[in-house]
Each structure stands twice: as C-alpha cells, then as structure tokens.
C-alpha cells in the first residue's frame, strides 16, 4: 500500500509491484509519463480524493482495476487490467486517444461526461458506460468483443461521428441517451440485439445502425438516415408516432419483419 496524505507525484516514474495486492491511496496521483505496474493476481486499487492524472502514462496489472476520483485525464494514457476494471469518476473522465481496457469487463461511472475522442474504451466481457454528461467517441472505439458479452450505455448525448460502438457478441446492446445521438459516418450494433433510446438520430454519411438480432429505435423526434443503413436480423421495430423520418439516399430494412409507425417519411432516391 502507497499512501499519500498529499499528493502522490510519479511524473516519468515508475512504481511496480508482485504483490498480491496494490494499493495506491492519495489526495492526488499524478502520473503523467510515468508507469504503475502490477504484476500480482490480485486486485490494484487507485483511489484519490481530487485527480487521477495519467496522460502518456501507464497503469496496469495483471488482475483487476478500481478507480476512484474526482476526476480522471488519462489523455494518450493507458489503463488496462487483465480481469475486469471499474471507474468511478466524479466529475469526468477524458480519455482522448487513450485506451481503457478491462478483458473481464469495463464499467465507467461518472456524473459529468466521458470524452473519448479518437480514444479506445474495450473489453472481452461485459462493457457498461453511465455518464451524467455527453459521451463522445467521435473517431474511437467503444466495443465489447467477447462471444456472448452485453453493452450498455447511457448518457446525456452520444456523439459517435465516424466512431464504433460496437458489441461482436451475441448479448444485448442498448444506448440510451436523453437528447441525441449523432452516428453521422459511423457504426453502432452488434450481434445480438439492440434497443436505441434517444429524442434524436442522426446517422448520415454513410453511418451504420445495425444488429443480427431485432433493433428497436425508440426514436421519439427525428431520425435522419440520409445516405445511412438501419438494419434489423430478426426484427426492426421504428414505432414513435411522432417522430420525422428522412431516409433519402438511405436503406431502413428489416431480415425478417419490419415495422415502421411514424408521422411522416421522406424517401427520395
């Protein structure tokens, strides 16, 4: 265990560990450049009062990850565990070209916003993403890749323009947001099912939201699929009565049934 009443400064340093265990304990960790390692089976535990800072920085171990923080920037940084991790942030996690990667699972839990621009967000088992904020994965990757794994996401709004949200695995998808999301260029589904929930879509340019299971959009205001593909395996369900549909230049289809209720459609080309 490292325990700093203060701050816990490990700039271009590096603290390694083959322990059981790792503790590392502080009002603030800083970590820029620097590499925490933990080479234990056991469990590595990061927990600060104010910020974890890990731009261009390494922490990671070979058993499982739990953060906690005010705030986390881990900007160009990596924070990988080969059993599941958790993050538990306060007020936001930016993770711009970073990676965070848990092989058993991934949960990320903040009441501000997830920026994971350009970034990677992965794992073997289960991802789930709860933000009180925006989630950007605008140019990244949000992906569960493990043969039966679930991905759950919910936040403010999603902003997924030429990104991948995506889940290889045969388990149930859902992305929720309370306004928008935008997938203009970029690709949201899985193998399994999805449930969309969310006022707005935007997914133009060539976007893809699709699923080899059933897809149901609960879209309630709009949806603009100009030039984009909305793809249901077994079902595709689009029943809000009062949503706008612009499908020109798009494909809305279903692999089996398909059923669409909305207030107005524009299918042009």
């Not at 059993?83 to 990667?101: C, D, H, M, P, Q």
């Not at 997830?114 to 990757?141: R, Y």
């Not at 149930?172 to 969309?196: F, K």
């Amino acid at each position: 265990t490292i325990h700093a009443a203060g701050a816990l400064d490990n700039t271009g340093g590096t603290i390694a560990s083959n322990g059981g265990n790792l503790s590392v304990l502080a009002n603030r960790i800083i970590n820029d450049s620097g590499t925490i390692q933990h080479a234990g089976a056991g469990a590595l535990t990061i927990d600060a009062a104010a910020a974890v800072t890990n731009a261009s920085g390494k922490m990671v171990t070979n058993g499982a990850l739990t953060m906690t923080a005010a705030s986390l920037d881990n900007s160009a940084g990596t924070l990988s565990a080969q059993k599941a991790a958790r993050f538990t942030v306060s007020t936001g996690i930016a993770n711009r070209g970073g990676a965070l990667y848990g092989n058993d699972g991934l949960t990320l839990e903040t009441s501000g916003g997830v920026d994971s621009t350009g970034g990677s967000v992965q794992t073997a088992g289960n991802l789930t993403i709860d933000a009180g904020g925006q989630l950007s994965n605008a140019h990244g990757t949000l992906s569960a890749n493990g043969a039966h794994g679930t991905v759950s996401v919910s936040a403010a709004s999603v902003d997924n323009t030429a990104g991948k949200l995506t889940n290889a695995g045969d388990g149930a998808m859902s992305v929720t947001s309370s306004t928008g999301v935008t997938n203009t260029g970029g690709t949201l589904g899985g193998n399994g099912d999805l449930t969309l929930n969310a006022q707005t879509l935007s997914n133009d340019a060539g976007a893809n939201v699709v699923a080899s299971g059933a897809a149901n959009l609960n879209v309630t205001q709009s949806i603009n699929n100009a030039g984009g593909t909305i793809y249901g395996g077994t079902a595709l369900t689009i029943n809000q009565a009062g949503a706008t549909v612009t499908n020109n230049g798009g494909s809305i289809l279903g692999g089996a049934d398909a059923s669409l209720a909305v207030a107005s459609l524009a299918n042009a080309g």
